[in-house]
């Protein structure tokens, strides 16, 4: 009986990590869309289309997107404006407890910048092969010798934040 019961308990505890785990899942999803969102947005104006948003305790407090043609600023990167931005709504320079989501892996600029600010975890959907400082080209988010180290999950909504790149890439290939 009461190996019966125990039984029982371990499958009930099992089902709830799970149910959890796919919770957790749509809601990544969820703010990458809003990050998406943002991609778009720099499509449209011909910029490099990647988006970012940061969430602090389950609420979006900042967006930013790629305006480096725009604003003729090659630090105008979607991170780096949501990252003044965050900082600006808290009224502190540092980001603990928060966490970014970007369409693409952040290059070495942005990750180095959230190292700097201290923001907790990162959520990035497409790899960056060539630039991307998450492992990628090189790898900022865990380096040893830094001070801080941010916690990555990779590949949310992936399939989508890289076909927009793709398309931008695609499209201005055509018009030159
Ligand atoms: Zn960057």
Same mark, same amino acid.
């Given at each position: 009986? %009461? #190996?019966?019961? $125990?039984?029982?308990?371990?499958?009930?505890?099992?089902?709830?990590?799970?149910? /959890?785990? !796919?919770?957790?899942?749509?809601?990544?999803?969820?703010?990458?869309?809003?990050?998406?969102?943002?991609?778009?947005?720099?499509?449209?104006?011909?910029?490099?289309?990647?988006?970012?948003?940061?969430?602090?305790?389950?609420?979006?407090?900042?967006?930013?997107?790629? %305006? #480096?043609?725009? $604003?003729?600023?090659?630090?105008?990167?979607?991170?780096?404006?949501?990252?003044? /931005?965050? !900082?600006?709504?808290?009224?502190?320079?540092?980001?603990?407890?928060?966490?970014?989501?970007?369409?693409?892996?952040?290059?070495?600029?942005?990750?180095?910048?959230?190292?700097?600010?201290?923001?907790?975890?990162?959520?990035?959907?497409?790899?960056?092969?060539?630039?991307?400082?998450?492992?990628?080209?090189?790898?900022?988010?865990?380096?040893?010798?830094?001070?801080?180290?941010?916690?990555?999950?990779?590949?949310?909504?992936?399939?989508?934040?890289?076909?927009?790149?793709?398309?931008?890439?695609?499209?201005?290939?055509?018009?030159?």
């Amino acid at each position: 009986m %009461q #190996v019966r019961l $125990l039984l029982g308990a371990l499958i009930k505890f099992k089902v709830q990590k799970s149910k /959890s785990k !796919t919770y957790m899942g749509k809601v990544d999803e969820i703010y990458m869309s809003e990050a998406l969102k943002e991609a778009k947005r720099a499509f449209a104006k011909d910029e490099v289309p990647v988006g970012a948003v940061i969430v602090y305790k389950g609420k979006i407090i900042a967006r930013g997107y790629n %305006q #480096v043609e725009s $604003l003729k600023d090659p630090t105008a990167h979607a991170e780096m404006l949501a990252i003044t /931005s965050a !900082t600006s709504y808290l009224g502190n320079k540092w980001l603990s407890g928060a966490s970014i989501y970007v369409t693409i892996e952040p290059c070495s600029m942005c990750t180095g910048a959230l190292v700097l600010g201290r923001i907790q975890n990162l959520y990035f959907g497409a790899k960056d092969p060539k630039a991307g400082a998450c492992g990628s080209a090189t790898n900022i988010v865990n380096n040893k010798k830094l001070n801080h180290r941010i916690k990555v999950k990779e590949g949310i909504l992936k399939e989508e934040c890289s076909s927009l790149l793709k398309d931008f890439f695609k499209k201005k290939r055509n018009k030159s």
